[in-house]
């Protein structure tokens, strides 16, 4: 079952509204009524009242969403049934106060456009007098700002070149400076080299000499002393790489704006001798409405200024450091210079005392090598005399023993027995006592040869260390770079 139609309130059963400033035609109406509504038999009369069934029919076809003028061509002829003849009466959308209305319209806009005409006829031509002389007074006064753009330009032409100039002499100037930094540098490496071979050279010394003293003190502050000297060598040479990157950029900044400036004069002043009768003057359909500008007169003078403004900044900061790092030459070269004096003036201290003490242990060593001699002779006395007594011990030992062999009461503790044995205890006691004193003799023998070969390794140890003073770091220090190399001549 199908609904063919439904009650007055349904979307599609209407035609679409049209909206309220427009009115089409009575006859279009018509028709498009007469397409839109695919009519059934109806029995009863188009005065009745709207009712839900007046469209209901049962149909075997689907229903589909189409326009109803498409589904209106497609039922057959046998089944629509003719609009009769008022219909159209009835859907009129106007009423005779309308169309009376409607002509009063147009009579007084007719009146209207005439009298416009007739003033824009009177009007016309004192406005084309008007904008003659507007135009040419327009133009003259054109003409004479570019004139006066073209004045602004060359003036400031010729201060950007000016300051150009100025930074380009700096810029090489400040370039002549970091060169010469560069050079003072690399000049500062020899002397460092030096520093750090004493120090390597005198961690040779051996023993006792193995001593922080002086010297080592000043070489430590002379390796340090050259190391600030580098770093702040260093710090000026990259504030020197700044500057000149941003006076370079400056520099950049100026030749841009120059550039600019000349192709601006350029093209104002050919703007500005341009006439109505010269050549390459055209129609430029639309350009007035082209706004392709960025900056206004003040925006324009005030860029220039600031990149002056800027450029002898920079030259100012220039100049400024290039005085730096004159005096951060004279400076570093004095203090190096000083230090190497002072490390040179301890090593000869210490060679002085070195030499002295080599000279005092090698008296000392006479003396003792004399006392070891004397020692060993004495040695050799306190032996022979032991070896005397030992004859006198074996006389008296064997006295005793023989008497021990005397038969019965002769074993008889006389005189004799009691002396023999007497003489055994004190020639033993005189060995003993001489023993002993050939065990001190030796000791002290021991000592002084310990002695001796304590000083001949003090003897060696103070030549290696005059050796490696005097030959080793004052032949390295005899020559160290001038004053002028220092600086950065040469």
């Known amino acids: ?270 703007c500005h001798h341009l006439r109505n009768t010269s050549d390459g003057v055209s129609y430029f359909r639309g350009v007035e409405r082209v706004d392709a500008t960025v900056s206004v007169p003040e925006s324009w003078a005030k860029f220039t200024d600031d990149n002056l403004l800027r450029s002898q900044s920079e030259r100012a900061a220039s100049a400024k450091l290039r005085d730096d790092i004159q005096n951060l030459l004279v400076v570093t070269a004095n203090e190096m210079w000083n230090q190497f004096n002072k490390v040179n003036l301890a090593l000869t201290n210490r060679i002085a005392e070195t030499a002295d003490a080599k000279n005092k242990i090698q008296v000392h060593l006479a003396k003792t090598l004399q006392e070891i001699f004397q020692t060993e002779m004495t040695i050799e006395s306190i032996r022979k005399a032991i070896k005397d007594k030992s004859a006198f011990l074996k006389v008296a030992q064997t006295r005793l023993d023989e008497r021990t062999r005397r038969p019965n009461i002769e074993l008889c503790r006389d005189m004799a027995q009691l002396r023999l044995v007497n003489e055994v205890y004190e020639v033993d006691d005189t060995i003993q006592t001489l023993q002993k004193r050939l065990r001190q003799a030796e000791d002290t023998l021991q000592s002084l040869v310990h002695t001796k070969a304590t000083l001949e390794h003090d003897l060696a140890v103070k030549a290696n260390s005059l050796y490696i003073d005097q030959e080793k770091c004052m032949g390295m220090r005899k020559s160290f770079p001038n004053t002028l190399r220092l600086v950065g001549f040469c």
């Open 1 to 270: 079952m199908e609904f063919l139609g439904s009650t007055l309130t349904a979307t599609y059963a209407h035609p679409k509204p049209t909206p309220t400033n427009f009115l089409p035609a009575i006859g279009s109406l018509t028709s498009s009524y007469r397409d839109r509504f695919p009519h059934s038999n109806m029995t009863h009369s188009l005065s009745l009242p709207w009712r839900p069934s007046t469209y209901y029919k049962v149909a075997a076809d689907s229903p589909t969403l189409g326009p109803y003028c498409t589904r209106s061509q497609k039922v057959s002829e046998s089944t629509m049934l003719p609009f009769v003849s008022n219909r159209t009466t009835l859907f009129t959308r106007y009423t005779p106060d309308d169309w009376y209305r409607s002509n009063l319209t147009n009579y007084q806009e007719s009146n209207t456009s005439r009298h416009n005409s007739e003033s824009l006829r009177v009007d016309t031509s004192r406005l084309i007098q008007d904008k003659y002389q507007q135009t040419r007074k327009t133009q003259a006064d054109s003409t004479q700002n570019l004139g006066e753009r073209v004045n602004d330009i060359g003036f400031w032409k010729s201060e950007i070149i000016h300051e150009l100039d100025s930074m380009i002499g700096e810029t090489n100037e400040l370039t002549d400076v970091k060169k010469k930094m560069e050079r003072a540098l690399m000049e500062t490496e020899a002397p460092l080299q030096v520093a750090r071979e004493c120090l390597f050279h005198r961690e040779k010394r051996m023993g006792i000499d193995l001593v922080h003293d002086e010297v080592e003190a000043e070489l430590l502050t002379e390796v340090d002393n050259i190391l600030c000297c580098q770093e702040r060598m260093k710090l000026h040479l990259d504030k020197a790489v700044a500057q000149l990157a941003a006076n370079r950029a400056s520099q950049h900044e100026l030749e841009k704006d120059l550039h600019d400036k000349q192709v601006a004069h350029r093209i104002d002043d050919k």
